[in-house]
């Protein structure tokens, strides 16, 4: 009935927080029918041997109506990055290569121009074909310094929609210097301006993106709620007039799909030191199915935004279910969409 195409599965290091085999459970009792793992994990996935460890967890979890597909982190070595080619040509549920173009959590930040220049150029010259999800913030537009814990929205301006937009530009510069034909994917779009710079490029780029629930459900005045500080998140909350705007492009088809981003903490990690960053997301599908509908969009695009795109895009044959729901709400520390819970029937 679903897929969420950025997910953030633990294990390892920090199965504490989220493990394959508890994603993949909630999964499928939410009506998600596949499952994209991101590589920030600890250790990152970078290497063949990770990649086998992952995929291990994922089939000894034994949840086979739900497809497990996994990233590969990218570094700026050339040489790291040839054997990522090799590890999504060797492995199908491999199904593409993620970009951090600016730090979020974890340490596969690639924030140095040059780096990004032999991302793209080792890619274009390999002939890789996939997808390559990016994270677009550039670092220099970054002001970190005003980052206060207890001024939680001081995170929407600290990470500013400039260092997105900024990124997004740099990324269609170096996939048009380097001739890039594989199909770029900017992850968790969040700001008009960079939808803009998305749309314009496509005439020119085989190029897509996607937008998390809680950029077109939440504007940054959440932050400025009790406990505000559980809304954050990279990129962060927009303003009111981005989040309606991020809303119709939606709607338009301009912003290709919906994907959570759903990434667990432990309630400590999110309200004290280091205040982490990212909400759980899975549980609430049929929420933001509801949340569409509220906001009049067709049951063409609704299915549009949240599996066929992703089906075209990956070029993945999975299986679209109707299973009943099971409510796994409960299953994480904090609820992030109690909010609106009230005005939507669960």
Not at 59 to 76: P, Q, R
Not at 279 to 298: A, S
């Amino acid at each position: 009935m679903y897929i969420d195409s950025h997910v953030h599965l633990r294990d390892f290091n920090q199965k504490y927080k989220e493990t394959i085999k508890h994603g993949l459970e909630v999964a499928k009792d939410s009506g998600v029918d596949a499952v994209f793992d991101m590589p920030n994990t600890d250790p990152p996935i970078m290497t063949r041997d990770l990649v086998i460890d992952r995929l291990r967890l994922a089939k000894e979890a034994s949840i086979d109506s739900v497809f497990y597909g996994l990233y590969m982190g990218l570094t700026g070595e050339a040489e790291q990055i040839k054997r990522a080619i090799d590890i999504y040509r060797e492995f199908p549920q491999v199904v593409g290569m993620k970009l951090y173009a600016g730090h979020s959590v974890g340490n596969l930040g690639v924030i140095k121009l040059e780096d990004q220049r032999t991302v793209y150029r080792i890619l274009s010259e390999e002939g890789y074909d996939g997808v390559l999800a990016v994270h677009a913030e550039k670092e220099s537009e970054l002001n970190p310094n005003i980052w206060q814990p207890y001024n939680p929205i001081s995170h929407c301006h600290a990470r500013p929609e400039k260092a997105e937009v900024e990124s997004v530009k740099d990324q269609i510069g170096l996939a048009r210097e380097y001739g890039f034909k594989a199909k770029m994917h900017i992850a968790h779009i969040s700001s008009p301006m960079a939808v803009e710079l998305v749309k314009k490029a496509k005439s020119s780029l085989d190029i897509s993106c996607g937008i998390c629930p809680h950029h077109f459900i939440y504007d940054w005045q959440q932050m400025s709620s009790e406990n505000g500080v559980l809304w954050k998140m990279n990129p962060p909350l927009r303003s009111p007039e981005a989040r309606q705007r991020m809303l119709k492009y939606l709607e338009n088809g301009e912003i290709d799909w919906i994907e959570t981003d759903h990434a667990p903490h432990t309630l400590d990690e999110k309200v004290k030191e280091p205040f982490m960053s990212g909400i759980p997301g899975l549980p609430w599908w049929n929420l933001f199915d509801e949340f569409l509908r509220n906001n009049n969009f067709t049951d063409k695009r609704i299915k549009e935004a949240t599996f066929d795109k992703i089906v075209d895009r990956f070029g993945i044959s999975i299986k679209s279910t109707l299973r009943s729901i099971v409510d796994r709400r409960g299953d994480y520390p904090f609820n992030p969409y109690r909010p609106i819970e009230k005005e939507i029937e669960f």
